[in-house]
């Protein structure tokens, strides 16, 4: 099989392309891009230095406020913040404000400018538990505050969610960048250390002034039709291990998929880019209330993917999976070498003292527990941010706020 899964779908900018979109920006008084972004990268402010090729300062306004800042730039949806309201709009079409951040933090890169800086020493240290998006802006967040950071995780590579997004929309190496960089300021990371199981909460509460846990969805739901059956994995197993091997997996000639939201479109593109022929996605939505965006969508489609929409697997035998249609009287059934269910994630947070309510911590306070020295932010905290990583972000920098003013902080 040929494999194109570390192709570049959408190659950055050239320094001509990035000059002549930035000079299309109408440079807006009070700018609704900067207004839309969770993080509050202020794209107009940095659109701006562009515009004078400053892009050292460029980079200097994205990091301000974004320690993910060349993340972001890949896979943002930007469409649903920064882009969305964008006067230019109104004349054409918005601003690519997603590929002018990944020029200019690109150009940080390869110019090995280090704008983070750490804070002076307050004595104090924090745990952050989980190293996906919202931990890592939360240890950045912390050490400019002064903190002394520890960052526990369970498995042995760093990243969290971003080690799944498969490798065509976000390179393993721009996320180790990211890190090395965290790592540069003299955060701690300790991997292969599941807290609750390996060390407590308590462990952490008497080594640290604060923990904050940060566990995201880190698994992959399972239908109990489909459970213990050795044709199927998981959505997120599947990708894990994908981009772990850097696309260097056996997978056979027809697959089927289960599942029509984002993290689906993710496995059908892979298994094409992948080369396998056959993939067919069975989903619940119909088309008209699809839940992966339409771009996602007709990207699928167009690269031979076989989308049926509307059924709900009713039986399971083997590797054969017989559907019926939510409203009509119709039936199908589909045999594949490999099921890849793709129905969902879910925190697992036994062991952290914690209770989840639909799936989130709210005590009522943002990020705060029932225990006074355990915080959460990320994908589990109750928060007006959608589960995304610049959502992550927005909760990591707010959680070491609210934790430092816990401490008696200014
Ligand atoms: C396939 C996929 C594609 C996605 N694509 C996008 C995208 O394009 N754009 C976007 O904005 N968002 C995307 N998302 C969503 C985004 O990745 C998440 O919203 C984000 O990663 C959540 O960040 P987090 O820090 O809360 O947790 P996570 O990223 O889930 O990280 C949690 C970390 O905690 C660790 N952990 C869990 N329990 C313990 C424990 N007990 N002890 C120690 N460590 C523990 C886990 O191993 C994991 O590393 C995608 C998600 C998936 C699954
Ligand atoms: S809203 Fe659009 S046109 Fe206005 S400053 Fe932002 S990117 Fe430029």
Redesign the pocket.
């Given at each position: 099989m040929d494999s194109n899964y570390k192709k570049d779908f959408e190659p950055g900018f050239s320094p001509l392309n990035v000059c002549e979109e930035a000079a299309r920006c109408l440079l807006c008084h009070d700018a609704p891009c900067s207004k839309a972004c969770p993080a509050g990268t202020n794209p107009d402010k940095f659109i701006r230095s562009v515009r004078f090729r400053n892009f050292k300062g460029a980079a200097e306004t994205i990091r301000e406020n974004n320690a993910l800042g060349s993340i972001c730039a890949r896979?943002?949806?930007t469409e649903k913040y920064c882009q969305k309201g964008c006067s230019r709009s109104g004349i054409d079409k918005p601003i690519d404000i997603g590929r002018i951040q990944r020029y200019v933090t690109d150009f940080e890169e390869a110019n090995k400018m280090k704008i983070l800086e750490a804070g002076k020493k307050n004595g104090k240290s924090v745990a952050l538990?989980?190293?996906?998006?919202?931990?890592l802006q939360a240890a950045v967040s912390f050490n400019k505050l002064g903190y002394e950071v520890h960052v526990?995780?369970?498995?042995k590579v760093l990243?969290?969610?971003?080690r799944?997004?498969p490798e065509y929309?976000l390179p393993n190496r721009v996320v180790d960048v990211e890190i090395k960089r965290i790592e540069d300021l003299g955060v701690k990371f300790h991997t292969g250390?599941?807290?609750?199981?390996k060390v407590s909460v308590e462990d952490l509460k008497k080594k640290h002034d604060a923990v904050v846990l940060?566990?995201?969805?880190?698994y992959g739901k399972m239908l109990p039709a489909f459970e213990n059956n050795k044709y199927v994995i998981s959505?997120?197993d599947f990708?894990r291990e994908v981009k772990a091997k850097g696309g260097a997996v056996k997978v056979p000639a027809n697959v089927l998929v289960v599942g029509g939201g984002?993290?689906a479109m993710?496995v059908v593109t892979t298994l094409k880019l992948l080369g396998v022929e056959h993939v067919t996605d069975v989903v619940y939505e119909q088309f008209k209330e699809f839940k992966a965006s339409k771009k996602e969508l007709e990207g699928a489609q167009k690269m031979g993917v076989t989308i049926v929409d509307g059924y709900v697997p009713s039986k399971v035998e083997g590797n054969v999976v017989t559907f019926a249609h939510r409203e009509i009287k119709a039936e199908i059934k589909v045999e594949a070498d490999l099921v890849v269910l793709a129905v969902g994630?879910y925190p697992?947070v036994k062991?952290?003292g914690i209770e989840l309510v639909k799936g989130e911590v709210n005590e009522g306070k943002p990020y705060y527990t029932k225990d006074p020295k355990v915080f959460v932010?990320?994908?589990?905290a109750h928060s007006a941010y959608d589960?995304?990583?610049?959502?992550?972000v927005r909760t990591g920098k707010e959680v070491a706020l609210y934790v430092h003013a816990a401490l008696g902080g200014k």
């Open positions: 896979v943002c949806p538990v989980g190293s996906g998006p919202a931990a526990y995780e369970k498995e990243g969290g969610m971003l799944l997004i929309r250390v599941e807290v609750g199981k940060a566990p995201g969805y880190s959505a997120v990708l984002d993290v993710d994630q697992e062991g952290l932010c990320g994908d589990i589960k995304t990583v610049v959502g992550g």
